[in-house]
């Protein structure tokens, strides 16, 4: 059975936004995506959703009564995972039309919860006593030992950012738009050396929410927008510590959760029109095109500073802006899969011409768990 | 006992050996008789062969540093030490763990990859972590 995204939109706007909850973020980008698939609540039997405030809250606060309910959370990576479980539910008949769904308060922390971790927890115990703060603190550890084993050198980490703002600047819905160079990011305090804040993700408010259900009931109802369809699919993860990760230059999770998506969708890497790597901070995009093969190890670095994936690249990635540029609720997985469905069906604010085949790759947990997605915008 | 606000971990039935053992000023990890190798964080069996057959050893608390940040927004009870190195380390055992470095001043130029290292202990409330100082000689 052929799945496809039927439905795909964020909410109206996306940054600072003080006046919504963080379950009126769910609720709206939920609307926003119904009314782009055409479809109405009755026509939704399965929700999906991750973090606060849950998917029983999620479906009752829109009316919608689930036969399959799908609240896997393993950070920002979680709606890579949900589009891929939704995909097997469909097929294995526990469903015909999925809701996924994303809301997070990141920046104004309206009915969010507190950030906290249980100090006998594991990571309570291993990690919290050394004075971590959250993703700046952990998920950029590996980058030291990945610039000494391959010698990516700080210039190379800071053009990452500095190529994303060039997609950025095409895109009104991009919270920073202005273009930057190396030496501004070089020049922006340290937050975590070796990272300078031009180098970590924003934090903003906003949500986004997909419509996944076959092809055929999405041709049988008719939906308002080209179907992308979904080729491929893979998931993992690795460890729920950095510091337990096999390889600190490397993701497992990256590694298996590609191969898997790109075997089952029988596609090589030159087939690639259109990269979406969830960048978190600057090193995450070097990671993803290493470890999902586009390039070979140690090139990653040299490949972004040559401009492979700028505007008019032969990699476009990262298209929106990303991450560091576009918007970081927290959970950013989902605005990854949003921008290559708007990519596919041609109606991107910084549109990649002739763009047919994408692929996501979204990190959760730092580099806890990945999932990876291969999408298109007609099926071969 | 000190006043530090920094958090404090709570040890589990599964983990209290070792910090039964940083009390005590040692390193404890735990070893597999059956695959011969060490592992962290504690668990009842040997996550990479199964085996039940475990046993806590101390370990010499030398290591190696593997990778770190220096942390310039500091956390809770952070306050006063200034930029602080957040660092994951190899013990010579081959396991890795997280700690801060410390006894020396934490710049780039001191921190070096793969410099030599050994753990030292700090107290909070009751329980004692286990933190890294450059070693005196490079072995």
């Known amino acids: ?167 950025a600047n095409r895109n009104p819905r991009a919270m920073h738009r202005d273009l930057i160079t190396v030496d501004d990011v070089l020049a922006s305090r340290l937050v975590a050396y070796p990272f300078h804040l031009l180098e970590c993700c924003l934090v903003t408010d906003g949500g986004g929410a997909l419509v996944v259900t076959s092809q055929d009931r999405a041709e049988a109802t008719g939906t308002a927008k080209p179907q992308v369809h979904l080729l491929g699919a893979g998931e993992s993860v690795e460890a729920p510590m950095i510091s337990q990760m096999e390889d600190l230059t490397t993701s497992k999770a990256f590694r298996l959760s590609s191969a898997a998506a790109f075997a089952e969708a029988g596609i090589e890497h030159a087939d690639v029109d259109h990269l979406m790597v969830y960048d978190a901070f600057a090193h995450v995009p070097i990671f993803g095109l290493e470890d999902m093969g586009f390039v070979n190890r140690g090139e990653a670095g040299g490949f972004i500073a040559e401009g492979n994936t700028l505007p008019g690249g032969r990699l476009p990635m990262n298209t929106n802006g990303g991450g560091l540029s576009y918007t970081h609720t927290g959970m950013y997985g989902i605005f990854a899969i949003l921008e290559a469905v708007r990519q596919l069906r041609g109606e991107a604010a910084a549109q990649v011409p002739d763009a047919e085949l994408s692929v996501v790759l979204g990190n959760g947990g730092m580099f806890a768990s990945a999932a990876t997605l291969v999408l298109a915008g007609r099926r071969p | 006992m000190t006043t530090s606000s920094k958090p404090v971990p709570k040890p589990t039935p599964e983990t209290r050996p070792f910090w039964e053992g940083t009390a005590a000023g040692e390193l404890r990890i735990q070893h597999c008789r059956a695959c011969r190798r060490h592992y962290f964080y504690p668990r ?54 997280m700690t801060n470095i410390v006894g020396t001043e934490i710049t780039p130029e001191n921190l070096v990859l793969d410099m030599p290292l050994h753990a030292t202990f700090e107290d909070r409330g009751d329980v004692s972590v286990p933190l890294f100082t450059p070693a005196e000689d490079a072995r």
Request: with cysteine; aromatic share 6%.
């Open chain 2, 44 to 97: 009842h069996r040997c996550p990479r062969c199964g085996s039940g057959d475990v046993e806590w050893v101390t370990a010499s608390g030398r290591a190696k540093l593997y990778s770190y940040v220096i942390n310039h927004r500091p956390g809770r009870g952070f306050e006063d030490d200034g930029p602080y190195a957040i660092a994951v380390v190899e013990l010579e055992e081959g396991v890795r763990m």
């Open chain 1, 1 to 167: 059975m052929n799945i496809v995204i039927a439905g795909a939109a964020e909410t109206d706007e996306i940054g600072k936004l003080p006046g919504h909850s963080t379950l009126q973020l769910h609720l709206e980008a939920a609307e926003n995506a119904l009314e782009d698939a055409g479809l109405a609540h009755h026509d939704i039997d399965g929700i999906a959703t991750v973090g606060t405030p849950g998917p029983v809250q999620v479906a009752h606060a829109l009316g919608v009564t689930p036969s399959w309910v799908d609240g896997t959370g393993v950070g920002g990576s979680s709606f890579l995972f949900h589009v891929r479980h939704a995909a097997a539910a469909i097929r294995a008949g526990l469903c015909h039309t999925v809701l996924i769904t994303h809301g997070e308060s990141g920046r104004s922390r309206v009915g969010a919860p507190p950030f906290s971790r249980a100090p006998d927890s594991i990571p309570g115990q291993f990690e919290a006593p050394y004075g971590v703060l959250g993703p700046t603190t952990t998920f950029t550890i590996p980058a030291l030992r990945y610039m000494k084993e391959t010698g990516l050198t700080h210039e190379q980490l800071a053009t990452v950012p500095v190529v994303q703002r060039r997609w």
